[in-house]
């Protein structure tokens, strides 16, 4: 019978500590998307300001290297202003609900 009793401890023990272990994981988890999205969010948006400095400085009269440059700069301006519309929408809306 003390056998029964102590496997019967130890699985409940063992059910609690599973359970713990899955909530600290889902926590760990949640906090450091949350950091790497900023981290991404604050690189993706200096990138786009380099990017955007490059195809100013390029002037009009250029030479065909740079303004080969200013094009190739181009497809990153793209889409990295899209992911900044992106994310200025999502924390404006996350403040406001």
């Known amino acids: 019978m003390l056998r029964y009793i102590a496997l019967y401890n130890s699985v409940r023990v063992g059910n609690m500590i599973s ?3 899955t909530s600290t994981v889902s926590t760990i988890t949640t906090v450091a998307a ?3 999205g900023a981290v991404a969010g ?3 948006s200096a990138t786009l300001m ?3 400095a490059a195809k100013e400085l390029v002037p009009l009269e250029a030479s065909a290297r740079l303004k080969r ?3 190739v700069v181009m497809v990153g301006i793209v ?3 899209m992911a900044f519309v992106a ?3 999502l924390k404006v809306a996350g ?3």
């Open 42 to 44: 604050a690189m993706g």
């Open 69 to 71: 440059i200013s094009r």
């Open 79 to 81: 889409p990295l202003t």
């Open 50 to 52: 380099g990017f955007l």
């Open 95 to 97: 403040v406001l609900v």
């Open 87 to 89: 994310t200025v929408i």
């Open 34 to 36: 949350i950091g790497l």
């Open 19 to 21: 359970t713990v272990t």
